[in-house]
């Protein structure tokens, strides 16, 4: 673990910036709460409610600048943000972003379909031509680090028309595209009855041009081996969401069969599902959830902390096709990093005279949290703490 560090002095390192690849921004304001329902009924009683509020962008500008500091102060140098289907706020969100110096993807989110709550869809064509508006837009104001990325919500919010006219954009102008897969049971029997025409949800999203080389699925926890498959075919990448997939109680993913089939992986806080904001806790979670497939004898071998910390850093980079750019400390990558002060003054672990550095990292990886870390940087610029100006 230790090459992927840079050390200063002994109680300080850095090491490279954290990647959450599947943040929900509008969620944040209810993070912490509401995690008591399976997903479908939590989606229809918290979450398209909350989700139809940031029509207002004074409410969303106060949720968007809190989230955005809020994983920076934790660490996250890169973040894949779902907004909400408002292009206007989803636009704010991208300028908030730009502002606090973090480096992003967002997506103004596509649904046409919400029968619990018809307040909170679109059109067919207003979300094909919102979310032309939104990325023209957001390309048209040139941040440096800041880019639109395709957001169909998921197989049952969408008609196949929506999907269609979204994997046709999304190949126009090569974007990239995110949404959600097989998360829980219940939502991959109600796929299978609105699209009996497809083997199942994988070739969805595949025949309709959204399962491609920049294409990242949250959840994934039960998907075939004819679809990890399929996946590793087209280069597109899952992002493990294991706080989310425990509280709401979805499913677990198994990472192993997902590496084993060279499918690209990274981890995400899946915030508000994922009460947690931090990918420190990402990593924890993800080795619980490999523990519990090895508890269940599912899996004869479970992930190592190493590995988990790989897939919160350079795993993320690879899975967002920005392992050119970021994701450790390789000459000529840019430098997204935190500094890490394992004896801060307020610490919430203690280092003894015999621990090493590999006891050291793992304390701070396992019990750490913001307060350790000191300074975050983002293409070499420090970005935390706060400038004066934002």
């Avoid at 109680?11 to 709460?33: L, N, R, W």
């Amino acid at each position: 673990m230790a090459r992927y560090l840079l050390g200063r002095v002994c109680s300080e390192f850095f090491m490279p910036g954290m990647v959450d690849t599947h943040i929900h921004a509008p969620q944040y304001s209810f993070a912490g709460t509401r995690v008591d329902l399976p997903l479908l009924q939590w989606l229809t009683t918290y979450t398209f409610p909350t989700e139809a509020k940031y029509k207002d962008s004074d409410f969303a500008e106060e949720v968007y600048t809190r989230v955005v500091r809020r994983t920076l102060k934790n660490g996250t140098t890169t973040a894949c943000y779902f907004a909400t289907i408002h292009t206007d706020t989803s636009l704010l969100l991208a300028e908030i972003i730009d502002k606090f110096g973090q480096r992003a993807f967002v997506g103004k989110v596509c649904m046409d379909m919400n029968d619990s709550v018809p307040q909170y869809k679109e059109t067919t064509e207003d979300s094909v031509q919102e979310t032309e508006r939104f990325v023209i837009e957001l390309l048209e104001k040139k941040y440096p680090r800041v880019q639109p990325v395709i957001t169909p919500r998921f197989g049952p919010s969408c008609t196949e028309g929506l999907l269609c006219a979204l994997g046709n954009l999304a190949q126009a102008r090569d974007l990239h595209v995110q949404s959600h897969i097989s998360e829980n049971e219940e939502e991959l029997k109600l796929v299978e009855n609105m699209f009996p025409a497809y083997q199942n949800y994988t070739e969805l999203y595949d025949k309709n041009k959204l399962l491609t080389s920049k294409t990242m699925m949250a959840h994934a926890c039960y998907l075939s081996e004819e679809e990890l498959k399929l996946f590793s075919l087209r280069g597109a990448a899952i992002s493990h969401c294991p706080n989310s997939n425990f509280s709401l109680r979805s499913g677990v993913l198994n990472v192993q069969k997902v590496l084993k089939n060279n499918v690209k992986l990274g981890l995400g806080t899946d915030v508000a599902g994922g009460y947690s904001a931090s990918m420190l806790d990402a990593i924890r979670k993800a080795m619980m959830a490999s523990n519990s497939l090895q508890v269940n004898k599912v899996n004869e071998t479970g992930l190592t902390l190493e590995e988990a910390f790989q897939l919160a850093t350079l795993g993320g980079s690879q899975a967002l096709g920005l392992d050119d750019v970021i994701g450790n400390f390789e000459v000529g990558k840019e430098f997204d990093a935190l500094l890490i002060n394992t004896k801060a003054s307020d610490s919430p672990f203690d280092l003894f005279s015999a621990d090493n550095f590999e006891d050291t990292l793992q304390k701070f990886l396992y019990l750490g949290d913001d307060r350790n870390i000191s300074e975050v940087y983002v293409a070499g610029k420090q970005v935390v703490p706060f400038s004066s100006s934002v």
